[in-house]
């Protein structure tokens, strides 16, 4: 399924709104001022991907870090010794991410541009592709993201994605009651419409550009549109937490967001790693 341009448009609007908020809310003053701080999300990836890289670090490597927003995991990842570009949709974002790139002292390249659009704008292939958590809902197309990270992906290199499971997204995620009921699609289809006033980053902060689209992929579709583009899929794994409180019954365990019961019952995320073939 490809967006059309109404829900691209709406979509970035709204990220073009949320910078203000989220500059706040990600405590970006903190990242700037300390040179040692990289984000948790980033310390969670890197745990999960050290195992597919040389020498389990990505110190020296060419990375480019799609849908990147305001660039804090894309700077955490110069901060661990990667030679980083980001891209994203929103100019908003990108000149934020720009902003807070100089104000650190970190080397950093960032480009606006949609996914399918990142190997024109950013030139060059690279030793590691990263997509952050809460990402792929965004994109309506799979089968142009996977082209897009395996035309940017230098032989032998590595994709990297986690985020939130598709199980999970199909959940009703309003229940109070502990039960697991799914409400939602949990295979690809028509786009799901919100209006949200809010930001999830600061509910307090009340937005006009209300109205965002977002798509369901199936862990299959996820895993085939790499195949399909020539990859070569080498992990596969689902977690047990979540960076944020996905369901009203999770339970922080100072370490992201888990189910009471130990997690057993339902993934709340997935990650995933696949390498370019060499010649």
Known sequence: ????????????????????????????EDFIADPGRVSDVVRDDLALLAPHLPGRSPAGLTLLHLQCHLGLDTLSWARLGATVT????????????????????L???FACAEVDRARSACPGEFDLVYTGIGALCWLADLDSWARAIAGLLAPGGTFYVR?????????????????????????????????????????????????????????SEIVQALLDAGLTLTSLAEHRSIPWRALPQLVSSGHGWVMPDGGDRVPLTFSLTATKPAP
Do not use: K
């Open 107 to 109: 080397p950093a390249t």
């Open 163 to 219: 985020d939130a499971h598709p199980v999970l997204t199909a959940l009703d995620q309003g229940r109070a009651d502990g039960a697991l009921v799914l409400t939602g699609p949990y295979f690809p289809g028509d786009p799901l419409r919100y209006d949200a006033g809010a930001s999830y980053a600061d509910p307090a902060i009340r937005l006009t550009n209300t109205t965002t689209y977002e798509w369901q992929h199936s862990l």
């Open 1 to 28: 399924m490809i967006a059309n341009g109404t829900e691209t448009a709406a979509n970035q609007a709204n990220w073009d709104e949320r910078v203000p908020a989220h500059l706040a809310a990600y405590r970006t």
């Open 86 to 105: 980001g891209v994203d949709f929103s100019p908003a974002a990108i000149a934020a991410a720009r902003d807070i790139a100089a104000r650190a002292g």
